[in-house]
């Protein structure tokens, strides 16, 4: 088993579409092994492959009811919404108030391919959106208002100037 470093706001694996997982990867199982350990390490209740550099449809959570995996995973029904202080393991140290459906189901395949389905509400739900989103190079900065993602995005370039003595 491995930790991986995981990948930071900027990086552009990040802002890419991740490719659907074929049927005959077999190296799945270590991924996943992997992917699970370095979620744990940070730590997170979920981590997508984009945010390990691994441009694949498959995210690894565990949100206090035991690990679970999604490979080409896609939401096939949501409602309601709820207003949630979420954070992301690429953007270290924010958390931001954003707003998403409050239930959601989704459906892919497990590492063997047989099909899987999760569903929940509030951080069930929210873990589901938030790792989909990854898996379509998209982060939750992209989930805020025009004004507050404004705001996010200076907050973040003048800690990052700071911090690296630019200013
Ligand atoms: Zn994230």
Redesign the pocket.
């Known amino acids: 088993m491995a930790i991986y470093p995981i990948r930071t706001f900027g990086d552009p694996v990040l802002r890419t579409r991740a490719v659907d997982v074929s049927a005959d990867d077999d190296s799945l199982g270590r991924l996943v092994e992997d992917m699970l350990e370095t979620m744990y390490e940070a730590p ?1 209740v ?3 492959a984009p ?1 390990i550099g691994i441009p694949k449809r498959i995210f690894v959570a565990d949100i206090g009811e035991g690990p679970f995996v999604m490979v080409n995973p896609e939401i096939v029904e949501a409602s309601g919404t709820w207003t949630f202080d979420e ?5 270290p140290g924010y958390y931001w108030p954003i707003k998403r459906p409050s239930y959601t189901k989704a459906r892919g395949l497990d590492i063997h391919g047989e099909p899987v389905e999760f569903e929940g509400d509030e951080l069930m739900g929210r873990v589901l959106q ?2 989909i ?2 898996l379509n190079g998209m ?2 900065i992209e989930r805020l208002s025009r004004k507050d993602r404004r705001q996010a995005l200076r907050e973040i370039r003048e800690d990052s100037l700071r911090s690296t003595g630019l200013q």
């Open positions: 997170g979920g981590l997508a945010q954070g992301c393991l690429s953007v938030h790792e989103d990854h982060l939750l």
